[in-house]
Structures are given as structure tokens and as C-alpha cells.
């Protein structure tokens, strides 16, 4: 146990010196010696790659069941339409963005390699970086918000073990956007949530497990108890929509678009998941499971929010403040706004992890492989998103930031699309995998870039601009053109793109960077007459079985 144990030194060092907190040089498997790189950048070995199709089924049932999703459908009612509106919404939106899902999981399934490798074969090496970034603010953005969110849940848990939580006097000013009982809440959130982040991928499927035990439960009881208690499903159901005609459709669209930009970021870096799967074929089960499982769990929430108002006279959208109701009844009500509580808590939780945490990590080991790990990246996305951007404060004020946020779908969408575009249409499914490690290799296009995923991604961007401007600004004057483009700027931004990188890459091709037959790099670790490590400086540009050390691809567009 000593051995745990810092020393002296080694705590003056990591607190005085940046050099002290760099990783062991580690030997990739596929890059070039002068790369540096660490292992969990590199393709993921037989062993770990544990998920099978029930693990797919899991993810989603938990990734899902959340308090966001429960208040889609919701809020797609409070906009004006009606639930016959929400469910085909939910139903067209979510089948959308699990097209995405499927194409680019594939990818990861394939290679076993995660986003932030995979980006480098349609962007080129460099600016690859462009795409690793951005995902990597938005998934710090949403660890911090949906972590205010599920501090709420604390709130609740102690409320119901002591009801004298409530009367803690606040000693925070009302422009910090937090009292000092959210304060307490969200810390012990953040500080009991910290550790779970550091669960290893390969580890998660008991996570699910015990969140696909849990939250179903408490929607299904909750959604239950209210109906018994009203008598009925309520008057929502009977409610007529406030909008009509054009109106209707573009709110229709825009709702889509919500529903869809909410899987924004994971329609990119699902690889980071499917290159743990131990075959090819489980991660298809997303195309139906996910439309689903994420309209089930919103038809609850329309069932659970109408069925309250006839018991409370108001419309609860968020079920914690249900159980916020329950409190005062007696020590059956707070044992109830327990339980139920503590199962949106995992809920919540295992959000957290898999839409966003392992998410930034893994970009984060990218763009620091010196000093980040997966653990280390998880750690610093939880204090990065937690608090530095004090996220409280920005749901508290923040209304133009959090409708910018909102509208990052625009970037993502073509980023998805260029992906896989790259992969089933232009790569023909073939990857140079040793290549999308070396920097000079066969996907460094020119210098490092790929215009042609630039030029799709400038297309499928500026047109909802003005679009996005507006959202943040409601002063700002665009045409209604532009106007109605954004309400559908998710779909656009994705087909646009694939259009343009697939026109783009068909009459103007670039050969170096296509292969015959996907060079997985096992071949060269399996052939025992290459003993030197220098040989992987020339492994990027050909087949590793016949290695050469005078091929150069030249930088030509």
C-alpha cells in the first residue's frame, strides 16, 4: 500500500514543475517512434473489446432514460403543439441522428479506434484538430450543465433524510445564480460523481446494468402513482395546438431539430464506444433501439407532467419537482422522493458519463497525449466543466450563451456527415489504420489539410448563421428564408455535407489516400522479421508486411 503513497518530493514536483506531470513515453503499437502517443490512442486489443449486442441495448436504454429526455416531449407540448406532434417528432428526430449513429459506428466497430483517430482520415491530419476541439468544449459545456441539473436530485435525497436541509440560510448573492444549499448540492454531486467518471469503458456495462434497473423503475412508478391519484392520464391529451398552418410546420421542424442536436455530439464520437465491441454487427441494434427507447421514455413524461396537473394545478415538465410535492407527506412521501430521487441521480450520472465525459477525455488525450490519459482527461473535464465555466451561473443569466450552445449542432452536424461520407462512400470502407498515426503519411493531404472537408464544412455552416445570430439574439434582422433554413439546421448540416465531400472527393480525388483493402496494422506486429522501430517512420504510406524506407507521398491537394 506504501507505494500509493506520494513522497515529498514528488508532491513539490507535480506542484512546482509542468514536466513532473508528463506520462512515461509509451510504445505505440502503430506510430512512428518520434510520434508521441499513448495506449489509449491506440486501437483497442482483443481483451478489452467486451461489448456485445445486449451492451448496445443497455447504453442506450440508460443514456436515454434521463431528466432531459423526460422533458422533451414536454416542452415540445409548451411550445404550442400537441402530444400527437410530439411523439412522430421524437420518433423522426432520434431515427435521424441515429442514421449518424450507425454510419460512424461502424467505423469504431471496424478499427477499434476512436473518434479522435478517425477524423484524420477526411480532414487530414492537422486540421483534424479543429474537429477534436470543438467536440471537446461542447462535452465540458454539458458535463457542467447536466451536472447543476442532477445536483437537484441531491437536494431531494436530503430534504427527504432531513427536512431541515430546506431551512439552510443562504449566504451567496442572488447574481452568483446558486444559494448556498445548491452550492452544498452541486459539490456533493460533483464529489461523489468524480470517481465514477474514472470507470473504465470496458467496465460500464455494470453501470448499466444497474441504471437500467433503477431509472426505468422510478419513471414507471412515478408515471403510476400520479395517474392512480388523478384518476386518469389528464387534460393534456385533450389540449389543442396554439399554432397552425406554415407555423406549425416550421415549429414542427424546429422541434425535430432539438430533439436531434441533442445527439449531436455523440453522432460524432460514438466510435469512442463501438471500438469496444467485440463485433461489427451488435452496433446496428442503435438504428431502431434508439427512436424507441427515447420515445417511450417521453411519452412518460407526457403522461406523468399531465396526470400532476390535475393533482398540483400546475405543469410539472422536470419530475424532480414531483417529487418535491411528495416531501411533505408524511415519512412514506419522503422515503418515495427518496428512492426516486437517488434513481434520477444514476440516471443522471450515466449521462454524464457516456455523453460526455469519456467524450472530452478522449479528445483531450489527443490534443495532450503528453500529459492526458482517459483518466486524467475525465478528471480534468470534470473541474474544466463543473467549474470553471460556473455552469449554474450560466442557466441562471446566460439565456443568449445557452441558445448558442444549443445551436453547436450547426458544426457538429457536418462533421458527422464528412465522417461518413469519408468511410462507406469515398474510402470504399477501407482505412490505412498505421497511417491515421503518422503525420506524414498518406492522409496528410496538404499539410496536414483536406480542403475538401473544409469547403463541405463551410457550406453546410454559414447558410444557418444568421440563423444561429437570430437565436442568440432575437433583435438580429435576417430573411425568412434564412429563418425557416435553421429550423431544420441539424438535417441540412448533415446532407449538405455529405453532398459536397462526396461530389467534392469524386472529381477531385486524392489517390495517396486510398486503399484496396483496410491495412489494420496487426501485420505488422505479426511479422517477427521486422525488429527495428524505425520501420514505422515509412509504415503510414505502405502495407506493413512489405516495408520501404524511400516511399514519400508528396503534399498535393
Request: charged share 10%.
Amino acid at each position: 500500500m506504501k507505494k500509493y503513497v506520494p513522497s515529498k518530493t514528488s508532491v513539490r514536483e507535480h506542484c512546482t514543475s509542468a514536466a513532473a506531470w508528463r506520462l512515461p513515453k509509451q510504445e505505440s503499437a502503430l506510430a512512428p517512434a518520434h510520434v508521441w502517443t499513448n495506449k489509449d490512442m491506440d486501437p483497442t486489443p482483443p481483451e478489452d473489446q467486451t461489448w456485445t449486442l445486449w451492451t448496445w441495448m443497455a447504453y442506450w436504454a440508460t443514456d436515454t432514460i434521463n431528466l432531459g429526455t423526460w422533458e422533451t416531449a414536454s416542452a415540445i407540448i409548451n411550445v404550442g403543439l400537441t402530444w400527437r406532434d410530439a411523439i412522430p417528432i421524437m420518433v423522426v428526430g432520434t431515427s435521424c441522428v441515429a442514421v449518424p449513429m450507425v454510419l460512424n459506428g461502424a467505423i469504431g466497430a471496424k478499427f477499434h479506434i476512436p473518434f479522435s483517430v478517425i477524423i484524420r482520415s477526411s480532414w487530414g491530419y492537422y486540421l483534424a484538430y479543429f474537429c477534436i476541439f470543438s467536440r471537446c468544449v461542447l462535452a465540458m459545456f454539458w458535463l457542467g450543465i447536466q451536472s447543476v441539473n442532477g445536483s437537484q436530485c441531491i437536494t431531494v435525497m436530503l430534504r427527504a433524510l432531513a427536512p431541515s436541509y430546506n431551512n439552510i440560510p443562504n449566504h451567496i448573492p442572488l447574481s452568483q445564480g446558486i444559494s448556498t444549499q445548491g452550492m452544498i448540492s452541486y459539490f456533493l454531486f460533483w464529489i461523489i460523481q468524480l470517481p465514477l467518471l474514472l470507470i473504465p469503458p470496458t467496465k460500464l456495462r455494470y453501470l448499466f446494468l444497474l441504471k437500467i434497473v433503477a431509472a426505468p423503475i422510478a419513471a414507471v412508478a412515478m408515471m403510476g402513482w400520479c395517474v392512480h391519484k388523478a384518476g386518469g392520464g389528464g387534460a393534456l391529451f385533450n389540449q389543442p395546438a396554439s399554432v397552425s398552418g406554415s407555423d406549425k410546420a416550421y415549429m414542427w421542424l424546429s422541434c425535430m431539430s432539438s430533439v436531434t442536436g441533442s445527439w449531436a455530439t455523440l453522432a460524432c464520437n460514438i466510435p469512442d464506444f463501438s471500438r469496444y465491441a467485440r463485433t461489427s454487427k451488435g452496433q446496428f441494434i442503435q438504428l431502431p433501439f434508439l427512436p424507441a427507447i427515447f420515445t417511450v421514455c417521453g411519452v412518460l413524461g407526457i403522461v406523468t407532467t399531465s396526470a400532476a396537473h390535475v393533482i398540483y394545478g400546475t405543469y410539472y415538465w422536470n419530475p424532480l419537482d414531483i417529487l418535491q410535492e411528495w416531501l411533505p407527506n408524511g415519512s412514506g412521501g419522503r422515503a418515495a422522493a427518496f428512492f426516486a430521487a437517488l434513481a434520477w441521480y444514476i440516471a443522471q450520472v450515466g449521462t454524464n458519463i457516456t455523453a460526455n465525459s469519456i467524450s472530452a477525455a478522449n479528445d483531450l488525450t489527443v490534443l495532450f497525449p503528453q500529459y492526458v490519459n482517459i483518466r486524467r482527461g475525465c478528471v480534468i473535464a470534470a473541474i474544466i466543466g463543473c467549474w470553471v465555466i460556473v455552469p449554474w451561473k450560466i442557466l441562471n443569466s446566460a439565456t443568449t450563451f445557452l441558445n448558442f450552445m444549443g445551436g453547436y449542432a450547426v458544426f457538429l452536424a457536418p462533421i458527422a456527415g464528412i465522417m461518413a461520407c469519408d468511410f462507406w462512400f469515398v474510402k470504399k470502407q477501407n482505412f490505412d489504420v498505421p497511417a491515421l498515426y503518422n503525420p506524414m503519411g498518406r492522409y496528410r493531404y496538404w499539410k496536414g489539410c483536406n480542403w475538401r472537408a473544409a469547403l463541405a464544412f463551410l457550406l453546410a455552416v454559414c447558410p444557418n448563421l444568421p440563423g444561429l445570430a437570430q437565436s442568440i439574439n432575437t433583435n438580429t434582422r435576417i430573411t425568412e428564408g434564412a429563418k425557416h433554413l435553421y429550423t431544420f439546421d441539424w438535417l441540412y448540416g448533415f446532407l449538405c455535407s455529405i453532398l459536397v465531400y462526396g461530389f467534392t472527393s469524386y472529381f477531385f480525388p486524392h489517390h495517396a489516400s486510398l486503399v484496396d483493402n483496410s491495412i489494420f496494422g496487426h501485420e505488422y506486429l505479426d511479422a517477427s522479421d521486422l525488429s527495428d522501430r524505425d520501420v514505422g517512420k515509412a509504415f503510414g504510406n505502405v502495407d506493413p508486411i512489405h516495408p520501404a524506407t524511400d516511399i514519400h507521398f508528396d503534399e498535393k491537394a
